[in-house]
């Protein structure tokens, strides 16, 4: 059985930081690759970054350069450090991980996710 588990979430001002895990189990980590994703009220959910087994990412536009994704392989965690948190950041972030050995970002590709962690940014 699959798990991912976010932790790290919560409440922070606007141009602080967070760095958020996603502790995975249940499958073989080091082969999938591990995407976040974010979900604000009344908005679909949308790509963030994800990593390749490799250790390649890739990111959204609105977060390069503030945000920065990593994984440990040893430890089948991938975390998602974020730096000058803004408002528009605030959503539900969750963890996701694809099979498969591109980087993808429609969340309709990935095959298991996490139930999420809030961040919120005030102002």
């Known amino acids: 059985q699959v798990q991912l588990v976010e932790s790290g979430g919560g409440l922070v001002q606007a141009g602080g930081s967070l760095r958020l895990s996603c502790a995975a189990s249940?499958?073989?980590?080091?082969?999938?690759?591990m995407g976040w994703f974010r979900q604000a009220p009344g908005k679909e959910r949308e790509f963030v970054t994800a990593?390749?087994?490799?250790?390649?990412?890739t990111g959204a536009d609105s977060v390069k350069g503030r945000f920065a994704i990593a994984r440990d392989n040893a430890k089948n965690t991938v975390y998602l450090q974020m730096n000058s948190l803004e408002p528009g950041d605030t959503a539900v972030y969750y963890c996701?991980?694809?099979?498969?050995?591109?980087?993808?970002?429609?969340?309709?590709?990935?095959?298991?996710w996490g139930q999420g962690t809030q961040v919120t940014v005030s102002s």
């Open positions: 996701a991980a694809d099979r498969r050995i591109w980087i993808r970002r429609d969340p309709e590709e990935y095959d298991f």
């Open positions: 990593i390749s087994f490799s250790g390649s990412s």
């Open positions: 249940g499958l073989s980590f080091s082969n999938y690759v």
